[in-house]
């Protein structure tokens, strides 16, 4: 038990020196992953504190809290991947398309995958609109709207069929400002983001007042879906918490 706890914390403290480089958000719970296995691995193993020092009430409790942590934290994943399979309705009167990171006036890869996956499904749903929702932030040249706009129009997608949201900065803002200028409360409506993301954004949106919502995933980089999954867990309970969701 305590070399496989080691292990963990060991492969944890890996991954986050590699999402460290490449400068990835919310990195430092894998950091705080890694210490706390590492610990825990060293004081089953190598010192005395568990299995002399402490009374045995307290190493209940301790067990008692560790298994009901693990057990709420593999129910939020459970609702994430659960978003993750969701299958496209065809015909949908919208697509609402999430903005994700411009860099410079190019779409950054989850972007691009999400543009993608909205292409396609616009190509094989000829009456469907899709909405761009995006504003602009640090490091963009232009609005996420503005991009998805100009790409999807270079892969064939008529831009009659685009209504631009070009002022949102996040998921909640999206959905609240695409409302605004389009009937998608009351339309049959598919969100275009990661797979991870279907889920938190579906519940967003059905707490908005969506009634007929619908996910629409896109894949992810396969390296950094481990960190994007655990990441997500957090922000539902956020959302929750404020509210939102």
Known sequence: ???????????????????????????????????????????????????DVLPKGVKVGICVVFLAGIFFFAF???????????????????IIVLGAQVRGDHPSRALRKR????AAYLKENPSTVAILSGGQGPGEDMTEADCMRQVLAEMGIDRERMILEDRSTSTWENLDLCAKLAPVKEKRVGLVTQNFHVYRSLKLAEHQG?????????????????HFMVREAFAIVKEKLVGNI
Not at 43 to 51: D, F, H, I, K, V
Not at 76 to 94: A, F, H
């Open 115 to 118: 543009i993608e996956k909205a």
């Open 76 to 94: 939020l994943e459970g609702l994430v991947i659960s978003g993750m399979k969701g299958q496209p309705q065809n015909d949908l009167d919208y």
């Open 1 to 51: 038990m305590a070399v496989a706890l080691s292990i963990l914390g060991i492969l944890c403290l890996g991954y986050y020196i590699s999402l460290s480089f490449f400068g990835m958000d919310f990195s430092v719970v894998w950091l705080l992953a890694g210490g706390v296995l590492v610990l825990l691995g060293y004081t089953l193993g190598w010192t005395r504190l568990w299995s």
């Open 210 to 226: 969506y009634g007929q919502v619908y996910g629409i995933p896109a894949p992810s980089q396969w390296s950094y879906q481990p």
